[in-house]
């Protein structure tokens, strides 16, 4: 609209006093209009609620979620569970989520036992808030289904009973009572937390657990000799596993997953764990670091070890180089498709030569080593050998004043270069999709650094079509590689991506459902 002021809007303009009255009369019939639109908009608003009121009324009764089956509604119940973990008791997310939707929904909800199959059980966070009884029907709701579930004891176990031995009683009762159905059970306690209470525990159908106790508590523990246990994963607490591991009442030979985390076994009490573990498809140990009194490796040789199901290996921590490559010439792996060695230990003159890994494993397509300790040699035989080789994770943090005859030892650079295709030889690793390299110091400028790295990336390319994805995390900044460089490469259908290591401060977490749980 046209305003005879028109000139003078969003200036700092100030009119006179009689502009001032000119402009007080030209807004009267104005002021009055937006009055009779603002009425007409509030009717038209009101009207619209009650129309719009009265439509979602309706379709809410033909809506497909209102005619759904019972049994499909409790299988969408069931697929809101978490997956890669036991559900907790909060109402942020199922089960307890579905039952504050209405009272048709909680009513399918209590009545479907799948639902409340898997629990997460904090027992600080249980005695804290109060939520004893709520536990118990938890476990009473599910009815006669197989159970999941994983338990933290509390750091003052035995001052909560003293306190209240009532209900801290009725819940350890309640899990003793549901324990002939456990199929999958993680226990984490200190020896002082009450483990004791569980004794009683009888899981004929346990076929999944994983401990995280003092070692003295799991030789007094029956639910290891389990029947149908298949997958044991035991974290000691404070001691070595080492002075009980013959004493533990576990079926070895039927065990088809295996894990021993930190402080380790060590390499005799491996071999001799192994021995007797024919069916095992998936083995991870962390291997307990040499001692000056330890037995030398050369006194351990004995005949090999044929794990002729073994699919997965991976030797956690940091672990002496000489303690892999003993392992490695002990054990015969025919079937093996990933090998971890994520970090080994930095030890003065000490390299890992893992000549019979791909002689004896030829069918590793999962390649996870710390460069750090290994020779070139023994790189170069091993990658020609594996021709299945899918994925190739390194890490090198190694420093020249860690190690003396840095000519010989295996990096990064060396590892690309055996990768690039030479015209006058045959392709290492044709299979190749994905190298993911990790901690990466290049000598060299990052200019050049990244030529060299592209400079392999299209060669590799051009010479073979499985190449899909090449991750580098530098130890140091490095300027990005351009977008229109990575577009180019991500056109021929491989994805490039950089970035540099980061050490995030974190906060402990307060008292909450998913305490005790990973993250």
């Known amino acids: ?5 028109s000139q003078y809007f969003h200036t700092n303009y100030i009119p006179s006093n009689s502009e001032i009255k000119r402009i007080q009369t030209s807004l009267t019939s ?20 009650k129309l719009a009121e009265y439509v979602d009324s309706h379709r809410a009764l033909i809506s497909c979620g209102r005619r759904l089956p019972r049994d499909i509604l409790q299988e969408i119940f069931t697929a809101c569970l978490p997956i890669h973990r036991n559900a907790i008791m909060s109402a942020k997310e ?76 009725s819940v350890m009762e309640a899990l003793v009572q549901s324990s002939a159905r456990w199929r999958t059970a993680e226990l984490s306690f200190n020896a002082e937390e009450g483990l004791f209470m569980l004794s009683a525990a009888n899981s004929p159908r346990l076929e999944v657990i994983t401990l995280g106790v003092e070692p003295s508590e799991m030789v007094s523990l029956d639910l290891l000799g389990a029947e149908n246990l298949r997958s044991v994963t035991l974290n000691a607490r404070h001691s070595s596993l080492n002075p009980f591991i013959s004493y533990l009442p576990l079926n070895w030979d ?10 380790g076994l060590s390499v005799e009490n491996v071999i001799s764990v192994v021995r ?53 010439r002990q054990l015969q792996m025919p079937q093996l498709h990933r090998f971890e060695v994520p970090k080994t230990l930095h030890v003065m003159d000490t390299v890992a030569f893992l000549a019979n890994l791909g002689k004896f494993s030829p069918l590793i397509e999962d390649f996870n080593i710390d460069l750090a300790r290994l020779m070139r040699l023994s790189l170069s035989e091993n990658l020609r050998q594996l021709d299945y080789l899918k994925t190739i994770t390194v890490t090198d943090s190694w420093d020249p004043r860690w190690l003396r005859g840095a000519e010989d030892k295996a990096d990064i650079s060396y590892l690309i270069s055996l990768l690039t295709p030479d015209p006058d030889s045959p392709l290492i690793c044709p299979r190749l999709e994905s190298l993911q390299i990790k901690e990466w110091v290049s000598t060299s400028s990052d200019k050049d650094s990244q030529s060299y790295l592209l400079e392999f990336a299209h060669r590799r390319l051009d010479a073979s079509t499985n190449f899909r994805r090449l991750a580098v995390t530098y130890g140091a ?43």
């Open 94 to 169: 199922a089960p307890l989520l579905l039952c504050h939707v209405c009272s048709g929904w909680r009513g399918i909800a209590y009545s479907t036992g799948a639902l409340w199959a898997s629990l997460h059980l904090p027992l600080e966070f249980i005695f804290a808030r109060g939520l004893h009884t709520a536990a118990i029907e938890w476990l009473a709701r599910s009815a006669g289904c197989p159970l999941s579930i994983s338990i933290v004891g509390s750091r003052n176990m035995m001052q909560w009973r003293e306190d209240n031995p009532d209900y801290v009683d």
């Open 477 to 519: 900044y490095v300027e990005p590689i351009s977008s229109t460089v990575l577009q180019s490469f991500a056109a021929r259908g491989l994805v490039i991506t950089t970035s540099s290591t980061a050490h995030p401060l974190e906060r402990s977490p307060a008292v909450m459902p998913w305490t005790g749980l990973e993250h």
């Open 1 to 5: 609209m046209d305003s005879p002021f």
């Open 30 to 49: 104005y002021l009055t209009e937006l009055s009779r639109l603002d009425l007409l908009i509030r009717d038209l608003t009101s009207r619209r609620k």
């Open 276 to 328: 007797n573990c024919s069916r095992l498809t998936t083995f991870r140990i962390a291997v307990r670091r040499h001692r000056p009194n330890d037995v030398p490796l050369s006194v351990l040789i004995t005949s090999s070890v044929v794990l002729s199901c073994l699919e997965n290996l991976t030797i956690l921590d940091e672990v002496d180089p000489p303690h892999v490559e003993f392992l490695v």
């Open 254 to 263: 039927r065990l088809t997953h295996l894990s021993f985390g930190s402080p």
